[in-house]
């Protein structure tokens, strides 16, 4: 399980050290960084998949997704006696993202490159991020003794089964080691690090609209996992009948829609979705059913996954659902079998949650001079965390 979450000069989150539990809870108003924090998990998810610097490029690229503040705040500033003013950076530019659990730590830093000085090669690549920094370490906290593999630039050097550090080795600059080196004979812990991060499951707002891909009938496989846009929800309603807890499902539905069920029929080698409702003389299909109805079940099918993920992140699980049926969803998410951090400004259910599930730990994200910090975490207050020197 991940304990601590850190991000450095993503955005709004200029310094921030998350501490999490088994079942975290991210709320805050509007534009205190919710948002940004659910991007800088996916981009730290990425770069299992050695995608992060192309996820970047989406973004903008490294300076448009760069903390736009000073890097320090003055007293003068912080008393109200002097306005906030942009000062001469006197480090160097770097994105950083890591985080850490009981068995395993990541930390990377991403960097512009040195431009090239010589006039017979030319690019137009100046601003493409390079990894600075990349380390993977025993424990919870990043200590020298600890590294299992640790990169500098293109050089990583990773230990062998005695301990000792091996030879080095050179990858791309714009490449991670997690994906260059994960390999069981030279470092397995990178190997399971990387498997780890590709199992992060990220679930963003649903589409209900007429043309939904949850709307349309398609030809269904067995579906342990749901799709990002839940095109095929009813494949993976009827895996969770046949592979999974049939019984959690069943309680899922009547807990939001009592004395109401869901089936999956097969119809000319297409799946298709019958939401049964007490009182109707027929069932409905999956075109007829309302947005928040739609969007109930495909939560349904993400948090009951017969193969869940090492975590699992939701973001406004809330949207387009009434206000009656957040504590079923809140019933729901607790007993998902997966870590799961779930992005939320809804206060109904954020309170449900706590109310569930006493256990989860719930953190308030608030702005402070145009950065993202956590509400009553003083200094003394932040998990353990160590970014690795470039």
């Known amino acids: 399980m991940l304990t601590t979450l850190a991000v450095e000069n993503y955005r709004s989150l200029r310094d921030l050290v998350l501490p999490l539990s088994r079942l975290t809870v991210v709320t805050g108003v509007n534009g205190t960084g919710k948002s940004n924090l659910y991007r800088a998990l996916r981009l730290l998810a990425d770069a299992g998949r050695n995608g992060a610097v192309a996820a970047l490029a989406r973004e903008g690229g490294l300076p448009s997704t760069l903390w736009a503040g000073p890097e320090s705040v003055g007293r003068a500033v912080r008393e109200g006696r002097a306005p906030v003013q942009g000062t001469v950076r006197t480090k160097a530019v ?5 985080f850490s659990g009981d068995e395993f730590g990541y930390a990377l830093d991403f960097g512009l490159p040195v431009p090239s000085s010589d006039p017979l090669r030319p690019t137009l690549f100046n601003l493409d991020p390079e990894f600075k920094r990349e380390c993977l370490w025993r424990g919870p906290v990043l200590r020298p003794a600890a590294l299992l593999a640790d990169r500098a630039g293109p050089a990583v050097r990773v230990r062998d089964d005695s301990g000792a550090w091996a030879g080095s080795s050179r990858i791309g600059l714009t490449d991670s080691m997690l994906s260059e080196l994960a390999d069981p004979r030279a470092c397995p812990e990178l190997l399971v690090v990387r498997e780890r991060l590709r199992s992060w499951r990220f679930y963003d707002q649903f589409r209900t609209d007429a043309d939904a891909p949850a709307r349309q009938d398609r030809i269904g496989t067995r579906t342990p996992v749901l799709d990002h846009d839940g095109g095929d929800l ?4 009827r895996t969770i009948q046949e592979f999974g807890d049939d019984e959690a499902l069943a309680e899922a539905v009547s807990d939001a829609f009592p004395r109401s069920r869901v089936e999956v029929e097969a119809v000319d080698g297409l799946l298709r979705l019958r939401f049964h409702q007490h009182g109707l003389l027929r069932p409905l299909g999956a075109a007829e059913l309302s947005d928040g109805t739609l969007r109930y079940l495909l939560w349904v099918a993400a ?3 017969p193969r869940p993920p090492e975590l699992l992140v939701l973001n406004e699980p ?9 504590p079923a969803l809140a019933a729901l998410i607790a007993k998902a079998r997966a870590q799961l951090i779930v992005v939320s400004h809804a206060r109904p259910l954020v309170h449900a949650l706590s109310a569930i599930a006493p256990e989860a730990a719930v953190l308030e994200l608030e702005k402070e001079f145009g950065a993202t910090v956590l509400a009553g975490q003083g200094r ?3 998990p353990a965390w160590h970014w690795p020197k470039r």
């Open 94 to 98: 770097g994105l950083r993202l890591g």
């Open 234 to 237: 009813a494949a993976a309603l």
């Open 303 to 305: 948090l009951l996954s």
């Open 318 to 326: 809330e949207t387009s659902l009434h206000p009656d049926l957040l």
């Open 380 to 382: 003394l207050d932040r």
